[in-house]
């Protein structure tokens, strides 16, 4: 696993409350790991703060499961 | 139209003396001090370092780490103290109609931690905003009533009450008078507050309103001495369920005690400063004995607003003896705030539960920490100093005063079958 999906999951874990194991690339934020509107909005700030990018709101939404907020992050991280 | 009957039937507690009900009772009819250093922030550059903090609070006993990292701490002690007092009346699903239990809660402040910690991370970024989601829920007062109503699933009306250090009188008020007029059958209330922050604390020692008795923390809250020197900041929360009284006896609910009045006024006066003769404090107790429709010879004990400030002690005593004359020497008289310190906006709700409990043990808790009489105050009254007293108390009174000159009290009777 690359370090930025060891961070990205670590993030996830620590805001979301949920167990390492059930953050797979697959799994949705909101569909299985439980996460309210307000809980997306507050990952993609600390996905913002962490790797600092800025992610603008019409690509946030198309972060929806913890794969694809990792492409996307490996894309952009500076 | 003819008023219904009120009746508390659940308490909950989180207090600097405990964290039940019976906790906080054991430590006020035994004088114990909830005053100590502060922890929750380093405070040595203040003027003020101690304060009566919750002890031994730890959120994961109540919360999951999720849930807790949403609510600023005055949320969790809402929270905390309702269920206690939901559990307590034995508020079980099926005995009670859900659309017609609400949640009327108060807080004086609301989310001040969450709201310095955020202007905080802002000033110290670059300029660009990175204000948390959870900023504004965490922060508005409000939404503590919000959580204790989604915990449990009561849809009756539910708002927070916001008068400085009156709000949660306020709300009881409320609850009490929604109930009487048959629109709810039963409302979670009380208050709750966590100001001892660098905000909170810094914020009132600019504005020369607390003890700066740094040597002795436990000896600092001293309402009616001569020495005293401002009030200690505490923190935490009561809870109460009203309930109507046809609503509570036809599920078998135990009766703690009767509510029969409540009372408002304002000083219309100054923004901190109480009256000097004390005129809204008059006219509050004169307000509420009205509603309660007795006299005040039937009063046997006062929980005063008694903050241990210079002032503010010295109009709520003139008032009380303008209101009783020769009876206030017959009163019992105590500020429970010698021990609690001052919850602000939950100062009305733990004072209320400390109130009744005097009318259900007959034992009046006192005023600690009274060294010295001041000349100011008649001799021939009884503050209850030092020790608690075993008296009858068929009717108590509880006092509450919030900055901005809002005046609040009520009234709880002995409750027999």
Not at chain 1, 45 to 51: D, G, L, Q
Not at chain 2, 214 to 238: C, I, Q, W, Y
Request: with cysteine.
């Amino acid at each position: 696993m690359s370090e930025i999906a060891e961070k990205v999951k670590a993030i996830i874990i620590d805001k979301l409350g949920v167990e390492e194991s059930e953050v797979t690339p697959e799994a949705s934020f909101t569909n299985d790991l439980g996460a309210d509107s307000l809980d997306t909005v507050e990952l993609i700030m600390e996905f913002e703060k962490e790797f600092n990018v800025s992610i603008p709101d019409d690509q946030a939404e198309n972060i929806a499961t913890v794969g694809q907020a990792v492409s996307y992050l490996e894309e952009h991280a500076k | 139209m003819e008023l219904k009957r009120v009746v508390v039937t659940g308490l909950g507690a989180l207090t600097p003396l405990g964290s039940t009900v019976p906790e906080y009772w054991n430590g006020l009819i035994n004088g114990v001090s909830g005053a100590a250093p502060i922890t929750r922030f380093d405070a040595s550059k203040f003027k003020t370092q101690f304060a009566c903090e919750v002890k031994g609070y730890d959120p994961e006993n109540y919360f999951d780490r999720k849930e807790a990292r949403k609510m600023d701490l005055f949320s969790q002690f809402a929270v905390v103290a309702a269920d206690q007092a939901v559990a307590d009346a034995n508020l079980v699903e099926g005995t009670y109609d859900p659309d017609r239990v609400g949640v009327i809660w108060g807080s004086g402040i609301g989310g001040l931690r969450t709201f310095q910690e955020e202007c905080v991370n802002f000033a110290n970024g670059d300029g660009t905003p990175r204000f948390n989601p959870f900023f504004i829920p965490k922060m508005i007062a409000d939404i503590s009533a919000g959580h204790i109503s989604i915990k449990h699933g009561f849809r009756g009306p539910n708002f927070v009450t916001v008068s400085a250090c009156a709000s949660a009188t306020n709300a009881i008020i409320d609850s009490f008078n929604y109930i009487r007029l048959g629109m709810a059958d039963a409302i979670v209330t009380g208050g709750s507050e966590a100001a001892v922050t660098e905000a909170g604390i810094g914020g009132f020692n600019a504005l020369k309103a607390l003890s700066e008795r740094n040597d002795s923390p436990e000896t600092a809250s001293r309402p009616f001495d001569k020495d005293r020197d401002g009030f200690v900041l505490g923190e935490g929360a009561g809870a109460l369920i009203l309930e109507e009284y046809e609503h509570a006896k036809a599920r078998g609910a135990k009766i703690y005690a009767e509510v029969i009045g409540g009372g408002m006024s304002a000083d219309a006066y100054h923004i901190t400063a109480p009256h000097p003769e004390g005129l809204g404090a008059l006219n509050v107790m004169k307000n509420v004995l009205r509603d309660a429709n007795i006299k005040p010879e039937e009063v046997d004990y006062i929980n005063v607003h008694g903050t241990s400030t210079p002032l503010g002690d010295i109009s709520e005593v003139k008032a009380i003896q303008t209101v009783f004359g020769d009876h206030a020497y017959n009163l019992n008289i105590s500020s429970t705030k010698s021990m609690t310190g001052h919850l602000l906006g939950a100062a009305g709700a733990i004072e209320a539960i400390a109130s009744i409990m005097a009318v259900r043990h007959n034992i009046v808790p006192p005023t600690i920490n009274h060294f010295t009489d001041d000349d100011s105050f008649d001799a021939r009254l009884n503050f209850t100093f030092n020790k608690a007293q075993e008296r009858e108390v068929k009717v108590a009174m509880s006092n509450t005063f919030g900055f901005g000159g809002h005046n609040t009290s009520v009234i709880f009777r002995q409750y027999n079958d």
